[in-house]
Structure formats: structure tokens, C-alpha cells
């Protein structure tokens, strides 16, 4: 059993959510940061309101992803 540890890039979600608001676009980058971001327990309320913010945005068809 592989127990790899994924570890997100500190300010990676601030710049993913300005990214994704400049381009309109999450691209498979994004897509994996958000996976690590949502294995991290440790993350801070903000971070996760970001997050949340983004699959909102691909939900309702603001961010497409790519």
C-alpha cells in the first residue's frame, strides 16, 4: 500500500482562485492542487471557502475545466 503524501504548495489556492478568475479556466494543474488541498486536514477556513468558491464557479458553468 502506497502512502505517499500529498503536500499543497503554500499560497497555491490564492493562486489558483486568481487564476482561474483571470482565465476563466481550471486546468489539470489546478485540478491537482485542489485534490491535495482536499486530503489536507490542516488547512485553514479561508483556504477552504476558496475552494469551495471554485467548484461553485465549475458548477454553475463560470469556470471551465480543461
Known amino acids: 500500500m502506497d502512502n505517499t503524501q500529498v ?13 482561474a478568475a483571470d482565465t476563466g479556466v481550471l486546468t489539470l494543474g489546478d485540478r491537482y492542487g485542489l485534490m ?14 476558496a475552494i469551495n468558491r471554485l467548484l ?10 480543461i
Open 56 to 65: 461553485r464557479a465549475v458548477i454553475r458553468g463560470r469556470l471551465q475545466v
Open 36 to 49: 491535495a488541498a482536499v486530503l489536507d486536514e490542516t488547512l485553514e477556513e479561508q483556504e477552504r471557502r
Open 7 to 19: 503536500q499543497l504548495l503554500p499560497g497555491a489556492i490564492s493562486e489558483m482562485l486568481a487564476s
